[in-house]
């Protein structure tokens, strides 16, 4: 069974810095190309970043590039997100997940196969 165990959200002021952790099991997770995307309330989930199996090649939406950093460490089976100039349009649930393709730009939601339950983030201004 494919389990995502995502944790690091909170309520931080904008400026601010959260790093998110995403462990998973369950899968061969250095096959697999890993994402974050996000949702805001009364919004449609957006892709953020995406990572390739190797770690060696990532990709950012424009409305975080520049501040948010992806990386990935398949002896632990773990994603990370490091985001930093948090501002209050950055607040949403933030959900990892995992799914096979040669993308070159963030996937669309409907690309991925396995999904977290989310952790939530809250920019105040």
């Known amino acids: 069974q494919v389990q995502f165990v995502e944790s690091g959200g909170g309520l931080v002021q904008a400026g601010g810095s959260l790093r998110l952790s995403c462990t998973a099991s369950g899968l061969a997770f250095d096959r697999y190309a890993m994402a974050w995307f996000r949702q805001a309330p009364g919004k449609e989930r957006e892709g953020v970043s995406c990572i390739t199996p190797s770690g060696r090649t990532a990709y950012y939406a424009d409305s975080v590039k520049g501040r948010f950093t992806i990386s990935r460490d398949n002896a632990k089976n773990t994603l990370l997100l490091q985001m930093n100039s948090l501002k209050p349009e950055d607040t949403a649930m933030y959900y990892c997940?995992?799914?096979?393709?040669?993308?070159?730009?963030?996937?669309?939601?409907?690309?991925?196969?396995?999904w977290g339950k989310g952790t939530l983030v809250t920019i105040s201004s």
């Open positions: 997940a995992a799914g096979f393709g040669a993308w070159t730009r963030v996937p669309s939601p409907t690309a991925m196969d396995y």
